[in-house]
């Protein structure tokens, strides 16, 4: 039953060398032509800053422009763009008048995530390719109109998970079975210990910021003091709370390697358990399950009071358990094995991977991936293809989860799906939650 793990770290190099080809990263087969891209959210120490960098590190590509509504951000990274390349970019605070620019090809959109779905929308629609952090919606219904969006429009699109282009994962995937028999049930879980946010006050804005543009699609409100450019995470006007902020991450790999969709029962417990008395609105605590058909199971936890002692010593992990073993897959390069009694059988890590984790990163601690997703984005950019790494079916399905899992938390009930087609049954709850009101004239439409 067993397959060894010669055998299995073959197929991570294996894996490592086919993706990272598929990606024609820095300077292999340097291309004639450039890829000229908009940066979306680039504020220096955030994911876009990060990215926009990984993005000028990949040969014949141009960071044509950068879009931020700080505009300290915006003057850095037009700053780095020109330190590097030796180029100006354009700056510009609204991404919609970057949009009008005809020799951009595509947009990377790190906004917070009341923006992630609108912008890329609005791209698809101005026929670029789009590159958009997780979580990819803001609630079900975004998710459901970029599927329908990226099909009319024939988008090359991609969600920033980026585990989707980690060879050790390809290699688990291809024998899995082989390794535990049959996957039945995943746990993957989040630990990190976030402290209170305090009471925000009703303050004027900042003369940095475009509060109107921060807000963007999201019906507007009263600047406050303890909002940006953080703790909107943690408010539902705006955030999808830790669920929607890392969940997305192990639980897109669950579902990839159980090989399932939609779920037809979804059950969370927790709360604010550790903190209390500040702006928070999401959870500081929360365990989610989802049942699919065919008896499987994903649980997903978030455990703020648990960064010191998180499970098997992991802060952002998931186990995976079949009918003969289990998995259990430690920062993204190293697996171990275990057999039915719980005993280890082996561990082992990628080989010749573009590889590496820093826990004490918070941004990213998995950012040496980034070169790997990245790159197959640039490269199905070129080749005008629309199967990138992770498109927007995908990143749905898997962003879904998070969404159900803070509507069944929300609501104290059980929420009931069909699993063929992701909609709520008769009678389930769920349906007030399921999409969000527009400011208007932000309203999304395919």
Same mark, same amino acid.
């Given at each position: ?17 086919? !993706? ?50 700080? %505009? ?5 990274? %037009? ?50 390719? !789009? ?23 024939? @988008? ?21 079975? =082989? ?63 830790? %669920? ?25 417990? =927790?709360?604010? /358990? ?48 079949? /009918?003969?073993?289990?998995? /259990? ?57 629309? @199967? ?6 995908? @990143? ?51």
């Amino acid at each position: 039953m067993n397959v060894n793990r010669r055998a299995f770290v073959k197929n991570t190099a294996l894996a490592s060398v086919s !993706i990272a080809a598929s990606g024609k990263l820095f300077g292999q087969d340097a291309p004639s032509n450039t890829v000229r891209i908009a940066v979306m959210g680039c504020h220096r120490g955030g994911r876009g800053f990060g990215l926009m960098k990984t993005l000028m590190s990949n040969a014949g590509v141009e960071i044509a422009a950068v879009c931020d509504v700080d %505009s300290r951000a915006l003057a850095a990274a %037009s700053e780095e763009v020109q330190k590097v390349s030796g180029k100006a970019p354009k700056a510009d605070a609204d991404i919609r008048r970057l949009l009008e620019d005809k020799s951009i090809d595509g947009v990377l959109c790190a906004a917070p995530d009341h923006w992630h779905a609108p912008a890329a929308l609005m791209a698809m629609k101005a026929g670029k390719a !789009i590159y958009v952090e997780k979580p990819v919606s803001h609630n079900p219904r975004e998710g459901e109109i970029l599927v329908e969006a990226a099909k009319k429009y024939n @988008a090359i699109f991609q969600v920033g998970t980026q585990r989707r282009s980690a060879p050790v994962y390809h290699a688990l995937l291809k024998d899995l079975k =082989g390794l535990i028999g049959e996957p039945r049930f995943a746990r993957c879980w989040y630990a990190r210990r976030r402290g209170p946010i305090g009471n925000g006050k009703v303050v004027p804005v900042p003369d940095w910021l475009n509060w109107d543009l921060w807000q963007g699609p999201a019906p507007r409100r009263e600047y406050l003091s303890n909002v940006v450019h953080y703790d909107w995470h943690w408010r539902w006007h705006w955030g999808t709370g830790e %669920s929607g902020n890392n969940a997305t991450h192990t639980l897109d790999v669950a579902r990839w390697m159980l090989g399932l969709d939609y779920p037809q029962r979804v059950t969370s417990g =927790g709360g604010r /358990l550790f903190y209390g008395g500040d702006d928070w609105e999401a959870y500081d605590t929360q365990t989610a399950t989802f049942e699919f058909p065919g008896q499987k199971f994903i649980t997903w936890e978030g455990l703020s009071s648990l960064e010191n002692n998180p499970p098997y010593g992991i802060g952002a992990g998931l186990i995976i358990y079949g /009918l003969e073993g289990a998995i /259990l897959v430690e920062s993204d390069t190293v697996c171990r094995q275990f057999d039915k009694k719980g005993k280890e059988v082996q561990k082992w890590s990628s080989a010749n991977a573009t590889e590496g984790y820093d826990p004490n990163n918070s941004v990213n601690p998995t950012a040496a991936l980034d070169p790997l997703h990245i790159g197959k984005w640039i490269s199905c950019i070129r080749r005008k293809d629309t @199967a990138t790494a992770a498109p927007a079916a995908d @990143a749905h399905k898997s962003t879904f989860l998070t969404h159900l899992a803070n509507i069944a938390q929300r609501t104290g009930e059980t929420i009931r799906l069909d699993p063929a087609t992701g909609q709520l049954t008769s009678g389930s709850p769920g349906k007030d939650l399921w999409a969000r009101e527009y400011e208007k004239g932000w309203e999304m439409t395919v």
